[in-house]
């Protein structure tokens, strides 16, 4: 499995709903939201298959507006391979 990192918007007026959707989903202890600060978004990583997978962790209404991003991890080797360009 990979790693995905998540990123779901939502509106000022949809904030509710959304954070009520995640908590119905059983997800609420996996994320971290910006609401408080008004930056209003959801983020989680999350272990999954595919990215398609991956997105099934936020409530269907902000899917489409949702962002999974595979992450890697770097070793020190593979960053001394890096060539300067
Ligand atoms: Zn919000």
Same mark, same amino acid.
């Given at each position: 499995m990979d790693r995905y990192l998540i990123e779901s918007l939502h509106t000022d007026k949809e904030c509710r709903q959304a954070v009520k959707a995640v908590y119905a989903m059983g997800y609420l202890n996996n994320f971290d939201w910006g609401c408080k600060v008004g930056v209003h978004k959801g983020w989680v990583i999350i272990e999954a298959d595919s990215e398609s997978e991956a997105?099934? +962790? +936020?409530?269907p209404f902000l899917r489409s507006r949702a962002m999974a991003v595979k992450l890697v991890k770097f070793e020190p080797e593979q960053v001394n391979a890096m060539h300067e360009t």
């Amino acid at each position: 499995m990979d790693r995905y990192l998540i990123e779901s918007l939502h509106t000022d007026k949809e904030c509710r709903q959304a954070v009520k959707a995640v908590y119905a989903m059983g997800y609420l202890n996996n994320f971290d939201w910006g609401c408080k600060v008004g930056v209003h978004k959801g983020w989680v990583i999350i272990e999954a298959d595919s990215e398609s997978e991956a997105v099934l +962790v +936020v409530p269907p209404f902000l899917r489409s507006r949702a962002m999974a991003v595979k992450l890697v991890k770097f070793e020190p080797e593979q960053v001394n391979a890096m060539h300067e360009t």
